[in-house]
T-cell receptor
């Protein structure tokens, strides 16, 4: 499979627990993005990496959120001390660096905090 | 500053009639523009993109979009709607190629 893959597809967790999501981008893509999408809204940018460097973070990304891309390949997004407001679809995307390139999205991880 | 406004949150058309989904953008740069479609429980799929070449862009499944710089618009059209077109559609602007800003989406309903 040459697409963007995310794991798990669904996660139910109790409030206060920590969760971690993984994203495997398209192998030749050096840019990786995380987005959050809530019901009825468009995806909102969280953060992005070029290779292993985290170049930009949204103000939406509170201190409880951390993302890594240690070897410039897969990435993880961790949410500590989850809150009910964290319930959302978390989307990962990857792109190359050519001008005008589109983002390729994974199918997302749906997080439900109970 | 960059922003995307999708002018209609819901559009309903009859099968076989034309589709028009409207998008206006603002960007400090000459942006790339995209339309993505999201079917229920599916990932985001690229329909088409504009990257400063031809202003009329053809995409998959018979969709087209026209870039109008003077109107800062990038409306999506299709001559004849099909039942399978029912989905959520997102207009996206990428001002410098390293960030993608989404509109709030337009839900398209196709009536048989």
């Amino acid at each position: 499979d040459t697409g963007v893959s995310q794991d798990p597809r669904h996660k139910i967790t109790k409030r206060g627990q920590n969760v971690t999501f993984r994203c495997d981008p398209i192998s030749e893509h050096n840019r990786l993005y995380w987005y959050r999408q809530t019901l009825g809204q468009g995806p909102e940018f969280l953060t992005y990496f070029q290779n292993e460097a985290q170049l930009e973070k949204s103000r939406l990304l509170s201190d409880r959120f951390s993302a890594e891309r240690p070897k410039g390949s897969f990435s993880t997004l961790e949410i500590q001390r989850t809150e009910q407001g964290d319930s959302a679809m978390y989307l990962c995307a990857s792109t190359g660096t050519a001008e005008g390139t589109e983002a390729f999205f994974g199918q997302g991880t749906r997080l439900t905090v109970v | 500053a960059q922003s995307v406004t999708q002018l209609d949150s819901h559009v309903s058309v009859s099968e076989g009639t034309p589709v028009l989904l409207r998008c206006n953008y603002s960007s400090s740069y000459s942006p790339s523009l995209f339309w993505y479609v999201q079917h229920p429980n599916k990932g985001l799929q690229l329909l088409l993109k504009y990257t400063s070449a031809a202003t009329l862009v053809k995409g998959i499944n018979g969709f087209e979009a026209e870039f109008k710089k003077s109107e800062t618009s990038f409306h999506l059209t299709k001559p004849s709607a099909h039942m399978s077109d029912a989905a959520e559609y997102f207009c996206v602007v990428s001002p410098r190629g390293n960030q993608f800003y989404f509109g709030t989406g337009t839900s398209l309903t196709v009536i048989p």
